[in-house]
Nanobody, 127 residues
Framework: QVQLVESGGGLVQAGGSLRLSCAASRFTFSSYTMGWFRQAPGKEREFVAAIKWNAARRDYTDSVKGRFTISRDNAKNTVYLQMNNLKPEDTAVYYC????????????????????WGQGTQVIVSS
């Protein structure tokens, strides 16, 4: 059974930075596109970023472009989300997820494309 464990969340002031990590196990991590999603209180879970299995492509939602960077280390089975210049509207629970199909490129991302999820890590950005 796929296991994804996020860490690195916390409370930070606006303009600050956090680095989220997601440790993966029990599947062939290096074959799967990995994504980060977030869910703010009272809102739908939304796509944040994704990285292709070989890191050849990275995609971001418009609101985080230029501030967030997704990366991965296939030797460590870990995906990261570096978040800089954080804003109060970034406050949410952040989830990492693995694509349902290995070695698949998608032109856009939806929750339904990701079949395995972590438990989430809370990020709170104070103004």
């Amino acid at each position: 059974q796929v296991q994804l464990v996020e860490s690195g969340g916390g409370l930070v002031q606006a303009g600050g930075s956090l680095r989220l990590s997601c440790a993966a196990s029990r599947f062939t991590f290096s074959s799967y596109t990995m994504g980060w999603f977030r869910q703010a209180p009272g809102k739908e879970r939304e796509f944040v970023a994704a990285i292709k299995w070989n890191a050849a492509r990275r995609d971001y939602t418009d609101s985080v472009k230029g501030r967030f960077t997704i990366s991965r280390d296939n030797a460590k089975n870990t995906v990261y989300l570096q978040m800089n210049n954080l804003k109060p509207e970034d406050t949410a629970v952040y989830y990492c997820a693995a694509d349902t199909v290995p070695n698949t490129y998608r032109s856009s991302y939806d929750r339904a494309d990701f079949g395995s999820w972590g438990q989430g890590t809370q990020v709170i950005v104070s103004s």
